[in-house]
């Protein structure tokens, strides 16, 4: 096993730094010299589903919704089509409004979580043409799907995804991106600049994971520090705010902390009257068009005294001000800011849960895939 493990002492810890590789193995072939190529959909293509399609709906479970959550947001600024992402559990039972105008997109990295498979079977009865998005080839999914986009992240053994999602966010982009050529609403140079960055990610993580393991690392200090805490908050705003969802679960999930994540203006119709100073706020604040309400939002946290801990953009010095910890992430376009925000609130997830002693690779209660309801 210590072999398997490459010399990390946790697979998790390993799968996160394989995550410049697997976004590479999920873009090889995809993007070639500034072009975008999806083979997988063009039968679909040819039956001319993208001209018609008038809504899409994204089912999945935990942190494939996460990534789910993102691509609404991305897809409908791209193509603007109607996107609802539903957890597959409430899915399956509410009826839903689908028939063949309606794209169903399955994200499941096993390939196997029974109500995402019940609910994608349900929708496929009323004539919905699916999508799945899946690591695992040959998994049931396929079997119910019309078109199957692989992550080709490689095998996670560590209960937690976290190559899957980063892998999950980029093909369900990649599709977006693909949605909006064919509905004619990206123009060639956009792309270009989308496919440009998009190829640049896995070097931007790979920084993040140099800095994370060198002599200057202020994660792993951090996370000690936190590690005795009760419960924590995690906010963000537009795509911040699945990334404040998955930051919560990867916590929750491996340090058994009690955390929760909010759209950060949601924050003062309710939920803020849990802050006080035991209870430390993780805000998103990498640049975005709303880069100023989610710094009011964290302003407003600070004034209950609890303490504030920021994701931001390199170069950005001011945010110190608002801050008590900032966790520096190289600048890229909005739209894809969350696959390097991810990155350190996975890494401090991971040392919370080695400094409480839990095991973070099977963490109690949890099953890689859950194939019962
Ligand atoms: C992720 O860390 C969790 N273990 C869990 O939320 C998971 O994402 C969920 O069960 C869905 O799994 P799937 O992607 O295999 O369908």
Known sequence: EAAEKGGYPHFVLKEINEQPDAL????????????????????????????????IIIVACGTSY?????????????????????????????????????????????????????????????GAPVIAVTNIVASAIT?????????QAGPEIGVVATKTFVTSVVVLYLLGLYLGEQRKRIRSEQMSAFLAALEHLPDQVQHILDQAAGPDDVIAPLARRM??????????????YPTALEGALKLKEISYIHAEGFPAGELKHG???????????????????????????????????????????????????????????????????????????????????????????????????????
């Open 66 to 126: 996460h990534a789910g959550l993102l691509a609404k947001y991305v897809i409908e600024q791209w193509a603007r089509i109607p996107v609802e992402a539903i957890t597959a559990s409430e899915f399956r039972y509410c009826n839903p409004i689908v028939g063949p105008e309606t794209l169903c997109i399955a994200v499941t990295q096993s390939g196997e979580t029974a109500d995402t498979l019940v609910g994608i079977r349900q929708a496929r009865e009323q």
């Open 143 to 151: 079997r119910l799907s019309d078109a199957v986009l692989y992550l």
């Open 24 to 55: 590479r193995r999920a873009m090889l072939g995809r993007i070639r010299d500034g072009q975008l190529h999806l083979p997988e959909l063009e039968k679909l293509r040819k039956e001319g589903l993208f001209d018609r399609v008038q809504r």
């Open 271 to 373: 939920s803020i009257a849990l802050l006080d100073p035991d209870t430390p706020l993780l805000g998103i604040a990498t640049s975005s068009h709303i880069y100023e309400k989610v710094i009011t939002n964290i302003q407003e946290v600070r004034a209950r005294d609890a303490r504030a801990i920021v994701v931001a953009t390199e170069g950005d010095e001011r945010v110190k001000q608002f801050a008590d910890d900032v966790l520096y992430v190289p600048a890229t376009l909005e739209a894809f800011s969350p696959l390097l925000a991810i990155i350190p609130l996975q890494l401090f997830s991971y040392h919370v849960a080695v400094a409480r002693g839990c095991n973070v690779d099977q963490p109690r209660n949890l099953a890689k895939s859950v194939t019962v309801e």
């Open 227 to 240: 590690a005795s805490v009760s419960n924590m908050m995690f906010i963000g705003r537009g795509v911040g």
